[in-house]
């Protein structure tokens, strides 16, 4: 059911829009990674980005790879320092995709959370559920980021291409804009 390259190809898609969310932040006041929302789980941007990190890296160890995170996530602060601790994480998540088999990622366990609830299923649809709570919370950022009055980013997932080619479909933002400009 899964393998290892899907699982892959996956991880590109999240990697890219992922680096697109925080290419955007960059140009956001620091004060405003800060500013806390009302009513959201995890009031602001940074606590997002934390959050986002450190599930990831929770996750990662539940699947087996006993690394802890280089970086204490908590202390986070600036955008490069997000951006490095995501490098980080993704070279983890990556390494550990390498040589894993159809039949490894399909392996039920029993997964027990910090909360003590426990989840039983594959080792490849932990790894999705790693990736789709990583994309819920990139989705969080972007309507903090409306809420806030800053520019939301465009952080669709699109198709990437191994080897580092040019995601298939992407679109030029200059030339999006003025495709939106002709239609009204």
Partial sequence: M?????????LLQMDDAYIRL???????PNDMLETEIADHAFPSIRSHLTHLLMSGNRI???L????E??????????????RSAWQNLKRRAGGWLQGRSEKELDHFETFVWP????????HGAMFMRMLFHMAHHKGQIVVQCRM????APNTDLQWVQPGG????GAVDDASAAADSAEEE
């Avoid at 087996?64 to 690394?67: A, L, N, S, V, Y």
């Avoid at 806030?148 to 520019?151: A, I, N, R, S």
């Avoid at 080619?165 to 298939?168: L, N, Q, S, Y």
């Fill in 2 to 10: 899964y393998t290892s390259k899907m699982l892959y190809y996956t």
């Fill in 64 to 67: 087996g790879d006993r690394d």
């Fill in 165 to 168: 080619a040019a995601p298939i």
């Fill in 22 to 28: 925080i290419d955007h932040l960059e140009s956001m």
């Fill in 148 to 151: 806030l009055g800053f520019p």
């Fill in 69 to 82: 995170p280089k970086d204490d996530l908590e202390e986070l602060r600036g955008i490069f320092q997000f």
């Fill in 115 to 122: 909360s003590g609830r426990e989840t039983r299923m594959p």
């Fill in 60 to 62: 990662m160890y539940m």
